[in-house]
């Protein structure tokens, strides 16, 4: 009898624990173990599931434990994918087993090797096999009569809707011949798989064809494509004015590399809010693309994860946390509206997937596509640096011309609308045009304040005001969904006379309706796009000419292409000037040119009317006069003047919890143990606060941070890894680290 020797291997587990542990594998599970996989392990009194990273050569036996079992019978990922983890780990200073943790789709935590025994049990019917019926792509018209039943299904799969056979049999009872029929007739299409339900599955899709790409186009085009050619890892900017047909450059882009037999990732700040892309992407190449968004259940991300996994899709489009697809042989990264803080998660493992696109492009060697109408000012800092590639497209790809804004002073008038912005409005309509209404603050008022005690309703977790929703009847928080009845009492001292102060989009709403009563009014925000399809409602009522006038945040800023529009206006062009934090201008001339470049995007010339009570800021100047290169000349100056990226690298600690003065008390000793470290170690690093955060009291509980900043990043590390080790382990309270900040 020969013993097989036994295993050792490292693994992370998904505790906040800095560093990784062995194990012993006991030869009973040797051939099942390897790294990417989950294993269940003994961990002090309990057992955890825990990552498989590799299998160790050497170590000292004497004192490990073995693990209980192996927890998957396929590799979740690769060993490329686990050095991408790893890197991200090291970089954000966040354990290892928690980005794993991350990176995983949620609905694989019910997972294990007992029940994925049998494929059509998995969690429930999270993924079962069965048959879907479609309507043909081309469905053409029958040439000869159908039956009742054959008419009525196929009407019905005309719709949106659910189509499995199941859901069939239920409306139409027994109907097995009639759907074979219209399946000989080409009529209807069977899909018989593994199911994985897909939100925009059912949107009717027309075949798309790549269009002739103009000067500026094809020569990004052939930049991006031999750079594929060389199978090596090619970072560009794609800087475009809005329209210019980046998205056609993304496309065709993508088209090369699938041809060259690899795979696309595509990043873009929020699914929902760019059907427009996702409808492109589906009509130039049909089937085997992933959705990952916002929207899905736990079961269907899960189910989309694993069609990646297995290999079966060759486009995956996501936000943010589609950078961990588990997409291989990849050819390109595209991350679309680069600039957009999206890109940022704002807890817990705080990654920018902006930034590792590049990182994750520079592991696998590809070609990875920065695609911007405005980028960031660290990004063409970088492309002046010599970092990234520039390909631009200056001029709008139909040939329409960027529109003229015109600002109106907005002193002395107590309306949201001007006369000006009211006249331009009345013509619009009556010619036939659309409006777009711009305003980046949904509700009626922003808040509402005692008449008597003057104190505005705020909310008793969070440090803001709450919104006031007519419609609703209720004051908001819009961080933590608190909702009081509206317009009520005074909280503070009881009195049933509240005012008014500041507008939101139910205002301006609620004005234009006033002015403008002919007109047919959409208002488009978080609170009338809640409800599933509802954006997509909105949209395709402007896009078919069902609307006249438009009325959003910044949500409608994003992606769309509406020809009809001539007319922007934009309530208040200071909005977002006014933020405690260093993008502020940076954000306000992106969300400006943004806005601008929704006008005349069509034939007719588009013409923007800004109410500003104070136009004089650069980042209002410079948007007016489509100035890109001088607003980042002056941004430039400024970061660099007060020390922010890309003139220092970030990094900030956060300090939360329920008691104030424990929160206190701890950013203090936090604040003194960084400054005597950073002395002790001779580093040249500002330390900043402690300060209260931005919002500084957020669900209930009390946020103070400190701010680090360095010419080095590697100065930072040392810093923080040092600080990591020397700090007491903080009880009731929590303390993160955020590596490059973008709120600050
Ligand atoms: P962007 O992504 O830069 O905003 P899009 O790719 O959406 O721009 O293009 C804007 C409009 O111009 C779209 O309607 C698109 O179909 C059209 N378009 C793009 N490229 C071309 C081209 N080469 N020829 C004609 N029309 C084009
Ligand atoms: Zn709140």
Not at 80 to 90: D, M, P, Q, V
Request: charged share 25%; glycine share 8%; with cysteine.
């Amino acid at each position: 009898m020969t013993l097989l020797p036994s295993q050792i291997i490292e693994v992370a587990v998904p505790l906040p624990i800095e560093r990784t542990f062995h194990y012993l594998v006991p030869s009973r599970l040797s051939e099942a173990t390897a790294p990417g996989k989950r294993v269940l392990v003994p961990f002090g009194n309990r057992r955890l599931t825990a990552y498989v990273l590799a299998i160790v050569e050497t170590a000292d036996t004497t004192k490990l434990k073995e693990i209980l079992d192996v927890l998957d019978d396929e590799e979740l990922w690769t060993k490329k994918e686990l050095e991408f983890f790893r890197w991200i780990a090291s970089y954000y200073m966040h354990p290892l087993g928690e980005v794993l943790r991350t990176a995983l789709p949620a609905g694989i935590n019910l997972q294990t090797r007992k029940s994925q025994g049998n494929e059509d049990e998995l969690s429930g019917g999270r993924s079962v096999r069965h048959e879907t019926w479609f309507r043909a792509g081309n469905g053409t018209e029958p040439q000869r009569t159908l039956g009742t039943k054959a008419a009525a299904l196929l009407e019905f799969l005309r719709q949106d809707g659910v189509n499995s056979a199941a859901e069939l049999r239920r409306r139409f009872g027994q109907c097995t011949p009639q759907l074979k029929r219209l399946e000989e007739l080409g009529l209807v299409e069977r899909e018989q798989r593994e199911v994985y339900r897909d939100p925009f599955r059912n949107e009717a899709s027309v075949r798309d064809i790549p269009r002739v790409l103009n000067q500026h186009q094809q020569t990004a085009f052939v930049q991006i494509s031999s750079s594929l050619d060389r199978h090596e890892f090619s970072p560009f900017l794609l800087h475009g004015v809005t329209g210019s047909g980046k998205t056609e450059v993304y496309l065709q882009a993508i088209a090369h590399a699938l041809e060259q037999g690899r795979n696309a990732l595509v990043l873009v700040p929020e699914i929902s809010l760019t059907p427009q892309l996702v409808y492109r992407f589906r009509a130039r190449f049909g089937g085997g693309i992933a959705i990952l968004h916002s929207g899905l259940s736990d079961g269907e991300r899960y189910d989309e994860w694993r069609r990646i996994r297995r290999g079966l899709v060759r486009i995956v489009i996501g936000a943010r946390s589609a950078i961990f697809a588990p997409l291989e042989q990849i050819g390109i990264i595209v991350v679309d509206e680069e600039h957009e803080a999206s890109f940022k998660q704002a807890d817990n493992l705080r990654y920018n997937a902006r930034d590792l696109a590049l990182v994750r492009g520079q592991l696998e060697g590809t070609t990875v596509v920065l695609g911007s109408a405005t980028p960031l000012v660290t990004t063409l800092y970088a492309v002046e640096q010599g970092r990234l590639g520039l390909l631009e497209l200056p001029t709008r790809a139909g040939g329409s011309r960027l529109p003229v804004v015109e600002t109106i002073a907005m002193q002395g008038i107590k309306s949201t609308i001007s006369p000006q912005l009211h006249q331009s409005l009345v013509e619009t309509v009556a010619e036939g045009g659309q409006a777009i209404i711009f305003l980046n603050r949904r509700g009626f008022a922003t808040f509402l304040v005692c008449g008597e005690c003057s104190q505005p309703l705020t909310c008793p977790n969070c440090s803001v005001t709450l919104t006031y929703h007519r419609q609703r009847r209720q004051s908001v928080c819009h961080y933590c969904d608190y909702a009081v009845p509206a317009p009520g009492t005074c909280p503070s001292c009881g009195a049933l006379e509240l005012k008014e102060l500041g507008a939101g989009t139910e205002r301006v709403e609620h004005d234009l309706v006033e002015l403008l009563p002919q007109a047919r009014i959409l208002r488009m925000d978080s609170d009338t796009t809640s409800g599933k399809g509802s954006h997509n409602r909105l949209l395709s009522r402007m896009a078919d000419g069902s609307a006249d006038i438009l009325i959003g945040t910044q949500m409608i800023t994003k992606g769309h292409d509406f020809p009809g529009v001539t007319l922007v206006g934009v309530i208040s062009a200071e909005a977002s000037l006014n933020m405690p934090d260093f993008r502020s201008s940076e954000r306000t001339f992106q969300v400006l040119s943004q806005v601008f470049g929704r006008a005349g995007r069509g034939d007719a010339p588009g013409r923007v009317l800004l109410q500003a009570l104070n136009p004089t800021h650069y980042a209002i100047q410079c948007a007016i006069n489509h100035d890109g290169a001088g607003f980042y000349q002056q941004e430039l100056e400024f970061r660099r003047e007060t020390g922010y990226p890309p003139f220092a690298f970030l990094a900030a600690i956060g300090i939360s919890g329920t008691s104030e003065q424990n929160v206190g008390q701890r950013s203090e000793v936090t604040t003194a143990l960084l400054l005597q470290l950073k002395n002790k170690l001779k580093l040249r690093i500002e330390i900043l606060g402690p300060a209260p955060a931005p919002l500084y009291r957020l669900r209930g509980r009390f946020r103070r941070q400190i701010l680090l900043k360095a010419h080095s990043r590697n100065d930072l590390r040392r810093l923080i890894t040092d600080w990591l080790s020397h700090r007491t382990p903080p009880a009731a309270i929590r303390e993160m680290i955020d590596i490059d900040p973008v709120d600050m």
